[in-house]
């Protein structure tokens, strides 16, 4: 019995120390993690900033398209009178191109449309920045935790647990492995009596 | 029954760039009488406060999301039949059975096209 006593006491002390090493290294490192979590508030701050750069540069963008947009719906109703106006006083080559130049006109206006949308890119990028932003602070929330568990001491305070960044973390991973195109959407709405 | 473009439609996203092209789109299809919301509560409220005719709204907005705004207007006696179409980048298959379930009219994934938006408003406006 007292053998076996002894190889417990034995074995606890080795564990006590273990222990106690792991807690010295951990202080040792805290610092460091102190460091580098420090850098977090900036990275967040940055990538804040890239989603209104974006944003800004979009918005000009779509100002400029739409401006553009408008031209063209006057240009082809002022081309359209004048086409008219020719066939009536029999031009009709002179009507022709002209009418050549209002369908080119409508051409440009659906290339517009399709600038407009392709802008949605912004909205997309934004949404994962904003992800990420909350991913970056929850760590650094937790990387100082950390540092005051373990014995170095900050200032900073407990901020409250959202226990959110593991979730984001897999909406992230989801938008890039399985992201579902229109088709396959309307295949499962068809699923559902959608026609 | 055919859209009426006179009809008023409200655009419910928190993104102003998302606002802005579903707007444009829109205006391209004819509607231009389109009214514009931040997010899923100030959405409910515009819809209470005027007569709308259908709602274009995204899923992920703070304050009150869209498929929250979905669900609140389908509990609504006086809005429960205004369509609703989701224009979401969320677009895992729980999500789009989750707005189904919550009565979704129809669903667009993010990107889209316009020939996509006007394919889905001849489908809920047949």
């Known amino acids: 019995m007292d053998q076996q006593a002894n190889k417990l006491y034995e074995e606890l002390g080795g564990l006590a120390r273990f222990v106690e090493n792991a807690m010295?290294?951990?202080a040792e490192v805290g610092p460091q993690i102190m460091s580098s979590s420090?850098?977090?508030p900036t990275a967040s701050s940055h990538l804040k900033d890239l989603n209104k750069m974006t944003e800004d540069g979009t918005l000009e963008v779509m100002r400029l398209t739409e401006v553009i947009q408008d031209n063209c719906v006057r240009i082809s109703k002022e081309l359209r009178a004048v086409v008219e106006t020719l066939q009536t006083m029999d031009c009709v080559t002179l009507a022709q191109r002209l009418e050549a130049v209002n369908t080119a006109v409508t051409e440009d206006d659906k290339h517009l449309t399709e600038i407009m949308t392709a802008l949605?890119?912004?909205d997309l990028v934004a949404q994962r920045v904003k992800k990420l932003v909350t991913i970056l602070d929850e760590v650094q929330r937790k990387l100082m935790e950390l540092v005051v568990v373990f014995g170095v001491r900050q200032n900073g305070k407990r901020l409250p647990d959202n226990g959110v960044a593991d979730d984001l973390l897999k909406q992230l991973e989801a938008?890039?492995?399985t992201a579902m195109k229109q088709e396959v959407a309307d295949d499962i709405l068809a699923?559902?009596?959608f026609k | 029954m055919p859209a009426d473009p006179s009809m008023k439609i409200l655009v419910v996203d928190d993104m102003v760039t998302m606002r802005r092209i579903i707007k444009n789109i829109l205006k391209q299809l004819g509607f231009a009488n389109v009214e514009e919301a931040e997010n899923g509560q100030e959405g409910l409220q515009k819809l209470?406060?005027?007569t709308f005719g259908f709602v274009v709204s995204d899923w992920n907005m703070p304050?009150?999301?869209g498929i929250d705004m979905l669900r609140a207007i389908r509990a609504d006696e006086k809005l429960k039949t205004i369509p609703v179409l989701m224009v979401t980048a969320e677009a895992q298959q729980s999500n789009l059975v989750e707005a189904v379930q919550a009565g979704v009219s129809n669903y667009i994934v993010k990107p889209f096209t316009a020939e996509t938006m006007q394919e889905k408003l001849g489908k809920i406006f047949k």
């Open chain 1, 24 to 26: 010295k290294t951990i």
């Open chain 1, 38 to 40: 420090a850098q977090l």
């Open chain 1, 120 to 122: 949605s890119f912004q």
């Open chain 1, 175 to 177: 938008s890039n492995s």
């Open chain 1, 191 to 193: 699923q559902f009596g």
């Open chain 2, 48 to 50: 209470k406060a005027d």
């Open chain 2, 63 to 65: 304050v009150m999301t």
